[in-house]
């Protein structure tokens, strides 16, 4: 994720990054200058369609197609925004649970029992980290800290990391009941940080695995390209040779909005766009290890 000064203009206008959307347009935007060249001077130089009337009616059609266009793409926008402000505030609320979880089991755990104090000191930032491979699809890391604890042994890189980590962190903390080093009061009162795991792991895979649907996606952008194709012909005879500069600058604005909604759709990935989860997740380590000593 991009760190930046929202209130430098300068910077957020002239600096170019490697998502930004001029870049990948580039190609297209010429294609559409040639295209939109070709056309002007075919019509103004060749076929003289400008006594035709039904040919200028085309720009009334243009207008009331943008008008439709425009409610697509802020539809479009917000719902890809939406998304990515969703799992930002999951990923907030793990922060938050995790720092609560080891808060907790320091208060409730001995100061001398080493075993369990360093169990989750690792066990909990390993939810983060297993959770931000899962939703990036790469295999759980386990870093071991100087006690070896079975239990992350056992685990299988192949299955639902989150889940086994959730599931292992729930066990020690039954035992700890059953073994009387916590009471039924206080395994009661971590219940909701342990349950929230779950929760959290459940709404970033919703969001992981629940894509815009292909249809509309689709007719977006045939409808950008229709859209776009047919302006020449109409506003050739208002705007001349302009076309050539236009056409290009409104398939940029267009485009630009479809492709910065699929980039933040999916705000798990590795685009500069996207949620820096590493950077959360290295957080939650470091606030959990000050918290448990």
């Known amino acids: 994720m991009i760190v930046y000064n929202p209130k430098d203009w300068f910077y957020a206008t002239f600096y170019l990054h490697k998502s930004d959307t001029a870049r990948k347009l580039f190609p297209l935007i010429l294609a559409l200058a040639a295209y939109s060249a070709g056309i002007a001077y075919l019509e103004l130089e060749y076929i003289k369609l400008s006594d035709v009337s039904w040919v ?49 089991m320091n208060a409730f755990l001995k100061p001398d029992d080493r075993v369990n104090r360093s169990f989750y000191k690792k066990a909990i930032p390993l939810f983060a980290d297993t959770l931000f491979d899962h939703l990036r699809s790469n295999k759980t890391r386990f870093m071991l800290d100087e006690i070896e604890h079975p239990e992350f042994e056992t685990l299988d890189v192949q299955k639902h990391g989150p889940n086994q980590v959730a599931s292992m962190i729930f066990i020690r903390s039954n035992n700890l009941y059953q073994e009387r080093v916590i009471s039924g009061d206080q395994l009661i009162v971590i219940n909701t940080e342990l349950n929230a795991l779950t929760d959290v792991c459940g709404a970033c895979e919703r969001i992981k695995n629940t894509p815009i649907p292909m249809s509309y996606s689709s007719f977006i952008k045939k409808f950008i390209f229709i859209y776009v194709l047919t302006l020449p012909v109409g506003f050739v005879f208002s705007m001349g040779y302009f076309v050539i500069a236009a056409v290009p600058f409104i398939f940029y604005v267009m485009a630009s909005l479809e492709l910065i909604a699929e980039s933040i759709e999916d705000p798990f990935g590795i685009d500069p766009d996207d949620l820096p989860i590493d950077k959360i997740g290295e957080n939650i380590r470091k606030h959990v290890t000050e918290i448990i000593h």
């Open 56 to 104: 200028k009616n085309i720009t009334i059609v243009h207008n009331l197609l943008g008008f439709v266009m425009s409610i697509l793409l802020v539809f479009r926008t917000n719902t890809a925004y939406d998304r990515w402000w969703e799992a930002r505030k999951q990923w907030g609320t793990l922060t938050n649970v995790s720092r609560m979880l080891a808060i907790k």
